[in-house]
């Protein structure tokens, strides 16, 4: 079954503990991307990667990491949590730009930051 | 469940009606449209798409409209269903390589 997963689902953290998100496809696309989601602003981009090794700020990327050494895996990485990184996020994932193309997400990972 | 927005917009409609969601988008360059449905606790699920060569296009029960000249897009739901209770909502391109997501309407079907 084709899919974006996320892991974990819940995530509850304390001020400045370094947490990872992951998120995987098992599509073969080019394009990833991280969202978060915020009552009453929609999604919101942080970072994105057309492709391997190739990421790139999103627009609300301060606080956040990511990497693409796999083109199946896209972590999230919050080096030092703060409690406004509160928030909903996504993964997703198109073909090519993802502008262009359907995007996929997966599941969600609720974080409270505390 | 999870509050994907505490103010958004709502549209109540009656089991069977047909449903109409729409969208204004912000920039004329934009050439690709997607709505997506959200569920409660879930994430965005693509229901249709369309190009800006084109001013309608239909699938299963869902019909999206597009209008350029007022930058406008509508998602049409015929025979709406309990299933259907979510919040949609609508993205563009733009002029950049990623989706700009507006906020959303939360769609509440009763019987």
């Known amino acids: 079954e084709a899919q974006v997963t996320q892991n974990p689902r819940y995530l509850i953290t304390v001020t400045g503990k370094k947490l990872t998100v992951t998120c995987s496809q098992n599509m073969n696309h080019e394009y990833m991307s991280w969202y978060r989601q915020d009552p009453g602003l929609g999604l919101r981009q942080i970072y994105y990667?057309?492709?391997?090794?190739?990421?790139d700020k999103g627009d609300v990327p301060e606080g956040y990491k990511v990497s693409r050494k796999e083109k199946r895996n896209f972590p999230l990485i919050l080096e030092s949590p703060s409690p406004n990184q509160t928030s909903l996020y996504f993964c997703a994932s198109s073909f090519f730009t993802g502008s262009k193309n359907i995007q996929y997400f997966g599941a969600g990972t609720r974080l409270s930051v505390l | 469940g999870e509050s994907v927005g505490l103010h958004l917009p709502t549209l109540s409609v009656q089991e069977g009606d047909n449903s109409i969601i729409n969208c204004a988008y912000s920039n004329s360059a934009s050439d690709y449209f997607i709505w997506y449905k959200q569920e409660s606790g879930k994430g965005p699920q693509f229901i249709i798409d369309?190009?800006?060569?084109?001013d309608k296009r239909q699938g299963q029960r869902v019909t999206v409209l597009l209008n350029k000249t007022v930058k406008h897009l509508s998602l049409q739901i015929a025979a709406t269903q309990p299933g259907d209770s979510a919040v949609y909502f609508c993205a563009e391109n733009g002029d950049t390589d990623k989706l700009i997501f507006g906020t959303g309407t939360r769609l509440q079907v009763f019987p």
């Open positions: 369309i190009r800006s060569n084109m």
């Open positions: 990667s057309m492709n391997v090794e190739v990421t």
